[in-house]
């Protein structure tokens, strides 16, 4: 799932998904303990374009549960 909440991720990881937060300028300050992926925004990453697979590989490369 991707969400921008602590309502959202709670949401998402009471289904069992795995989730990646890209908080907004609203949401920033909330808690995403839990978040499988933290990212700044999903537009551009280090420079490169995020697309599904970029989110994919760093899904595969990050614990269960634990944001970056």
């Given at each position: 799932?991707?969400?921008?909440?602590a309502n959202?991720?709670?949401?998402?990881?009471?289904?069992?998904?795995?989730?990646?937060?890209?908080?907004?300028?609203?949401?920033?300050?909330?808690?995403?303990?839990?978040?499988d992926l933290?990212?700044?925004?999903?537009?551009?990453?280090?420079?490169?374009?995020?697309?599904?697979?970029?989110?994919?590989?760093?899904?595969?490369?990050?614990?269960?549960?634990?944001?970056?």
């Amino acid at each position: 799932a991707f969400e921008d909440s602590a309502n959202g991720l709670a949401a998402a990881r009471a289904a069992g998904l795995r989730t990646v937060v890209t908080p907004t300028r609203w949401t920033l300050g909330q808690a995403f303990d839990g978040a499988d992926l933290l990212l700044p925004s999903l537009a551009d990453v280090g420079g490169a374009r995020m697309g599904l697979a970029e989110v994919e590989r760093l899904l595969a490369t990050a614990p269960a549960g634990a944001a970056e």
